[in-house]
């Protein structure tokens, strides 16, 4: 669930839908790989390629104190809009948009962002002030805090963000 999204797009084939019809190629044609080692996990793919000048794509995700770090990296030449899209727990029910802060009975996350200039353009990801649902059982919603950040970037870029927990 918490993938960036290039000029609105998805990496993946079955994010693009036009008027109700599915394209599948060359959309599906995305290639990804994944490997993961002691220092945390490395998922690349070109999945981006597809609609806008991000050639590839790649997430790293590594242990850091009190957290964890993700680094995402976007290959290509020429400019986009990217945006994150971050899903939190049951026990995190509200976003500080100040402080990049999520918090709730269970503490808070803040997040640390590098290498993107400028404040994001932070939004809810079901357009409510939740921003998001989760299901535990099968037919049953609950709202749930999820926000994107975004913010326009010139390619290549490599943006890393630091989740604190405490």
């Given at each position: 669930h918490n993938v960036p999204l290039v000029n609105g797009f998805a990496p993946v084939s079955?994010?693009?839908?036009?008027?109700?019809?599915?394209?599948?190629?060359?959309?599906?044609?995305?290639?990804?790989?994944?490997?993961?080692?002691?220092?945390?996990?490395?998922?690349?793919?070109?999945?981006?390629?597809?609609?806008?000048?991000?050639?590839?794509?790649?997430?790293?995700?590594?242990?850091?104190?009190?957290?964890?770090?993700?680094?995402?990296?976007?290959?290509?030449?020429?400019?986009?809009?990217?945006?994150?899209?971050?899903?939190?727990?049951?026990?995190?029910?509200?976003?500080?948009?100040?402080t990049l802060t999520a918090r709730g009975p269970a503490g808070e996350v803040q997040l640390t962002i590098d290498g993107v200039g400028g404040d994001p353009e932070v939004t809810w990801l079901s357009g409510s002030a939740s921003g998001s649902w989760r299901s535990l059982n099968y037919g049953e919603a609950c709202p749930a805090l999820g926000v994107g950040l975004g913010w326009h970037i010139n390619l290549p870029a490599e943006i890393s963000t630091i989740f604190k927990y405490t």
């Open positions: 079955e994010s693009l839908v036009a008027n109700g019809r599915w394209w599948p190629r060359p959309y599906a044609a995305a290639r990804l790989a994944i490997a993961s080692s002691g220092a945390g996990v490395l998922l690349r793919h070109d999945g981006f390629a597809r609609a806008t000048p991000v050639a590839w794509h790649a997430r790293r995700i590594v242990p850091h104190p009190g957290g964890i770090m993700v680094v995402d990296s976007f290959g290509g030449q020429g400019s986009v809009d990217v945006s994150f899209c971050w899903n939190f727990g049951e026990s995190l029910a509200a976003f500080d948009s100040a």
